[in-house]
């Protein structure tokens, strides 16, 4: 019964910005780690940036640094993806994830997944 829904992708220019959105429902308040993840056409899922409770550590792909932040409301159950400064090689399938227990290394194997929101970055 727990659910997570993205939304916020669409179509932008090279150089434009999107928020993307998580709503977590269900028994999810302490889970230990949440994360965004990302699947381009034709190459195979990668990691975004990862967040775990239990340590206190943030986590970004070197190729998003400095351009994506990742924050959380937690009296909305909502986690949040800040794109700046976007490339067409941002292109991509974009999934939010969270797991009850699990550390970040680990991201493969977490138990909840959203269905992905699509992110087009035009040049």
């Known amino acids: 019964q727990v659910q997570l829904v993205e939304s916020g992708g669409g179509l932008v220019q090279s150089g434009g910005s999107l928020r993307l959105s998580c709503e977590v429902s269900?028994?999810?308040?302490?889970?230990?780690?949440v994360g965004w993840f990302r699947q381009a056409p034709g190459k195979g899922r990668e990691g975004v940036s990862c967040?775990?409770?239990?340590?206190?550590?943030?986590y970004y792909a070197d190729s998003v640094k400095g351009r994506f932040t990742i924050s959380r409301d937690n009296a909305k159950n909502t986690v949040y993806l800040q794109m700046n400064m976007l490339k067409p090689e941002d292109t991509a399938v974009y999934y939010c994830a969270i797991d009850k227990s699990l550390p970040c290394n680990l991201w493969e194997e977490f138990d909840y997944w959203g269905q992905g929101t699509q992110v087009t970055v035009s040049s």
């Open positions: 967040s775990s409770s239990g340590d206190g550590n943030t």
């Open positions: 269900g028994f999810t308040a302490d889970y230990n780690a």
